[in-house]
């Protein structure tokens, strides 16, 4: 059986050394010393050891199932929930004035992963619930928010997200379902959505199901979707469960991953609805917490990543196959263990430098989100705002890879369900397909996010780097194996967005063309600039006599890595977009 340990002494080198949380400016961040970030973490670390790890292939075989139309989560799944919401680990980040624990999101980011590394399927139900808590938050009248959220918050009740129907999934505007206003100011819900994770189970006794509807004769397409709190059972006035409310569960889904997780076909039959924000104005309500769940799935797409990469290791110090080329390094046993070979040392590296990289980037992107929303900084909403296409998109790509490249290190042992590497490929793979897919990511970063505000944020982007890079300019540790990669892969950057101002404009299919090249280009960048950041940390504080020298003399190697081996790709990803739409248009549809 795979095993999970979590990273926490990279999560607190992150915390500490990189993001210097206790000193930011920001409300509660004064809290987030390292004695008490390092307690929160070890005893998520325990659960989700000890807890969730042992369901994820339990989960994976037994699957959810629906009988008499309710649905049942695998064996153990339900004890498991209890410890999440005993531990108040559902609420960590919500507010304290419902019951939450208030903690700023880069702490709840931190703890999301050390959870979705070791049981991504279980960890969604209170994952959706905490979107759509969010959704109720930003958008819920007083009295909404009064109703639903203090129970949300515990779990009591669980929330879900239902966008997709089976003709819209990415063009939302061609949505069916339609609300109809009732006199008592509330609405009648009647359709049918599909995909919907954690739609119905048996782990709360209530969900809040926030469902997209459009109110007829309202306007066309997008602009006419509104939002709705569409409750399994209705909630009387005094918080108590009423009716039934006409939600039912059509069918679960068959998938390739997430097992334990419920994707629910759901039926909503003249269903009781209460408006959420303004009527037609649904889909903004929407991409307020767009921002959060897209990160949530790079998340996601990283913590796979993690967990797949920690079971190779361990096998390939054990699996013992051919001799060292250097020198036979294991003379008491039949052959060497396979971690001698350099080319499972690249694939380990690649895993390594990746999930290093990619841990310090959502962390970076999560301390974004905090200064936007407890700090009330502009710049850094604009910036996390560009940036989330990015994490998304690389982050459950790379992801996705390295749980392959993870897999590639058992062999044919990794392909057969024994040793679990299975189902960490198939859960990553999901990751790269919903909260929008990632074609859809790099055309939001292209298309919108580029040009938002003038260019501002990119702008802002470039001019971070170029100001770290001026900073450390005489920084002879840094000058050669992390700068100089860093500068070539800015420049590549710049130059990609170049060649779209010039040539987008002419022929729009010039910059689509290259949008899935520019999130990688991006993602690579934004991975430079953190090993770069990461490499200045681990100097100083091997500077500064730092005890665990052989932890930050690691750090420094790997990110050497990152920057000799994946960077470079910075140049093929240029390269591609620059030769524009001719070869990529070039056939008829009637071609194919
Ligand atoms: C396991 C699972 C769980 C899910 N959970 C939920 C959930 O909880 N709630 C919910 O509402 N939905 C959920 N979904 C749905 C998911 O978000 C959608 O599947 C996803 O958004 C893509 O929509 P689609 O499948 O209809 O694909 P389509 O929109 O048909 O897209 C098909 C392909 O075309 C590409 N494409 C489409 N339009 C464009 C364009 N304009 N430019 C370039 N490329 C384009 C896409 O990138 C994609 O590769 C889930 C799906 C799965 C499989």
Same mark, same amino acid.
């Given at each position: 059986m795979p095993s999970y340990t979590a990273p926490i002494k990279d999560v607190q080198f992150l915390l500490h050394? $990189?993001? /210097?949380v206790s000193h930011? /400016?920001?409300?509660?961040?004064?809290?987030?010393e390292a004695d008490f970030t390092g307690a929160v973490l070890e005893e998520a670390g325990k659960v989700a050891s000890e807890v969730l790890a042992p369901l994820n292939p339990v989960g994976d075989v037994e699957g959810c199932k629906l009988e008499n139309g309710l649905v049942s989560t695998p064996t153990g799944f339900k004890d498991a929930f209890e410890v999440m919401k005993e531990g108040g680990w559902?609420?960590?980040?919500? /507010?304290p004035v419902y019951? &939450? #624990?208030?903690?700023?999101y880069v702490l709840n980011t931190a703890v999301g992963e050390i959870f979705s590394g070791a049981n991504q399927a279980f960890t969604m139900y209170q994952g959706l619930t905490h979107g759509a808590y969010s959704a109720i938050h930003a958008h819920g009248s007083d009295e909404q928010k009064a109703k639903f959220l203090p129970k949300m918050v515990t779990c009591e009740w669980t929330g879900t997200m239902n966008l997709t129907e089976s003709h819209c999934g990415t063009d939302l505007g061609l949505m069916r379902t339609k609300a109809v206003p009732q006199d008592d100011g509330s609405y009648k819900i009647t359709g049918e959505k599909i995909? =919907?994770? @954690?739609? /119905?189970?048996?782990?709360?006794?209530n969900t809040i199901h926030l469902v997209l509807a459009k109110i007829p004769g309202?306007? +066309? &397409? =997008?602009?006419?979707v509104s939002l709705f709190i569409v409750p399994k059972y209705i909630v009387k006035d005094d918080g108590s469960l009423g009716d039934a409310n006409g939600v039912s569960v059509g069918s679960i889904e068959e998938k390739?991953?997430?097992?334990?997780n419920a994707t629910c076909v759901m039926v909503y039959n003249d269903s009781t609805g209460y408006l959420l924000g #303004?009527?037609?104005?649904g889909m903004r309500a929407m991409f307020t917490m767009m921002n959060e769940a897209r990160i949530g799935v790079g998340m996601q797409g990283l913590a796979q990543a993690e967990v797949a990469y920690q079971n190779a290791v361990i096998y390939a110090k054990d699996r013992l196959q051919g001799r060292a080329v250097t020198g $036979? +390094?294991?003379?008491?046993? *039949?052959a060497d263990p396979i971690i001698v070979h350099p080319d499972v040392r690249r694939n380990l590296m690649d895993q390594k430098s990746f999930v290093e990289g990619g841990r310090a980037f959502l962390l970076w992107s999560a301390n974004l989100i905090d200064r936007s $929303?407890? @700090? &009330?900084?502009k710049e850094a909403d604009g910036l996390v705002s560009l940036m989330t296409p990015v994490v998304k998109g690389f982050l459950t790509d790379k992801g996705f890879d390295m749980t392959v490249q993870a897999q590639q290190v058992f062999g044919g042992h990794g392909y057969i369900e024994e040793h679990g590497m299975s189902q960490f490929v198939r859960d990553a793979r999901i990751t790269q397909i919903y909260e929008g897919a990632n074609g859809v990511q790099a055309l939001d970063l292209v298309?919108?996010?580029? @040009?938002?505000? &003038?260019g501002k944020h990119v702008m802002a982007f470039f001019d971070m780097v170029k100001t770290f890079i001026k900073e450390n300019a005489e920084d002879e540790a840094l000058k050669a194996d992390f700068l100089e990669p860093l500068k070539q892969a800015s420049k590549d950057l710049q130059a990609a967005g170049m060649y779209f101002m010039q040539n987008g404009m002419t022929n729009p299919n010039n910059a689509l063309s290259g949008s899935y090249d520019f999130m990688h280009l991006f993602g690579h960048t934004c991975l430079g600039l953190m090993w770069a950041r990461m490499a200045k940390a681990a100097n100083a504080a091997l500077a500064n006599g730092a005890s665990d020298t052989v932890f930050y003399e690691t750090k420094l190697a790997t990110g050497r890595y990152y920057m000799a081996r #994946?960077? *470079? @790709?910075t140049g093929m990803h240029l390269a591609r977009i620059q030769t524009g739409a001719d070869t990529v248009m070039a056939l008829d549809a009637e071609a194919f």
């Open positions: 050394d $990189v993001l /210097d930011n /400016d920001i409300p509660g961040y004064d809290e987030l559902t609420g960590l980040d919500c /507010d019951g &939450g #624990q208030g903690m700023p995909f =919907i994770s @954690a739609g /119905d189970h048996d782990l709360s006794e309202g306007p +066309e &397409g =997008i602009k006419g390739m991953g997430i097992h334990g #303004q009527e037609h104005k $036979v +390094e294991n003379p008491d046993g *039949p $929303v407890r @700090a &009330g900084d298309g919108r996010k580029l @040009a938002q505000d &003038g #994946q960077l *470079p @790709a």
